[in-house]
């Protein structure tokens, strides 16, 4: 069965970073494209990035582009999201999505703050 384990977050300070892995397992990985998905302490999901399944082609909501950088490990079946000059509103569960949203995994707490 689809399997979606991520891991890597924590509680960070403002202008921190951080290193998410989404490990994948279950399906041919490198057939899909893979998301990141965030939803913050009340408010609704929000995508935030996307990568093609040959990790050519990305993709990044506007509020983190030049600072998120998403990658995809094909050989590894894992999906990374490196998370630069965070800030408080970048507080979030953030998912590991399945092209078309299908699979989710139970996602990983990112906090920021001081």
């Known amino acids: 069965q689809v399997q979606l384990v991520e891991s890597g977050g924590g509680l960070v300070q403002p202008g921190g970073s951080l290193r998410l892995s989404c490990a994948a397992s279950?399906?041919?990985?490198?057939?899909?494209?893979m998301s990141w998905v965030r939803q913050a302490p009340g408010k609704g999901l929000e995508w935030v990035s996307d990568v093609n399944s040959g990790g050519d082609t990305t993709d990044y909501t506007v509020s983190v582009k030049g600072r998120f950088t998403i990658s995809r490990d094909n050989a590894k079946t894992t999906l990374y999201l490196q998370m630069n000059s965070l800030k408080p509103e970048d507080t979030a569960v953030y998912y590991c999505v399945t092209e078309g949203w299908d699979y989710w995994g139970k996602g990983t707490l990112v906090t920021v703050s001081s």
């Open positions: 279950g399906f041919t990985f490198n057939n899909y494209t």
